[in-house]
């Protein structure tokens, strides 16, 4: 029985590394890159946990609007490809340091007024179960070359 016992001791943390070995790696972050560059909600959804947090970088709040959850999320990111129908980033970046990661980018895009907008920035995402938990964004803002 002491014998069982052991085993079962010395196993068992490794099972559990196991079952949690889901990590996120640069080409499943230019995947989700490339699925805002597809305008495509659905994908850039499943990337993201169900319980996903979007930090955006302007709002009310001190630290930019937050949404939480897949529906609020979703909308957020709706809400961009309607105020930008020809939402871009360019020059993706990306590095993974465990279950935190970093994207750099250049947003280029247009409003519906006409006004260009060109951005550089980065997100900082926390990851969970293999998926983006929370994508946290900030921005420079500058004038747009023609």
């Not at 930019?64 to 609020?72: L, N, T, W, Y």
């Not at 957020?76 to 279950?99: I, L, Q, S």
Request: one cysteine or more; charged letters at 25%; hydrophobic letters at 40%.
């Amino acid at each position: 029985m002491k014998k069982i016992t052991y085993i079962v001791i010395l196993l068992f943390p490794m099972f559990l590394m196991a079952q949690s070995k889901t990590e996120v790696t640069e080409t499943f972050l230019q995947s989700f890159a490339n699925a805002f560059n597809a305008h495509d909600v659905k994908l850039i959804m499943s990337h993201m946990t169900n319980d996903c947090i979007f930090e955006a970088s302007a709002g009310p709040d001190l630290n930019g609007e937050k949404f939480i959850g897949q529906d609020q999320v979703r909308k957020a990111f709706e809400n961009v490809f309607e105020t930008f129908v020809d939402a871009h980033w360019g020059n993706t970046r990306h590095f993974v340091f465990a279950n935190r990661g970093l994207s750099e980018w250049v947003f280029t895009g247009t409003k519906t007024d006409g006004t260009k907008v060109e951005v550089t920035g980065c997100d900082l995402f926390t990851f969970k179960d293999g998926k983006i938990f929370i994508k946290n964004s900030y921005r420079k803002n500058r004038i747009p070359k023609n």
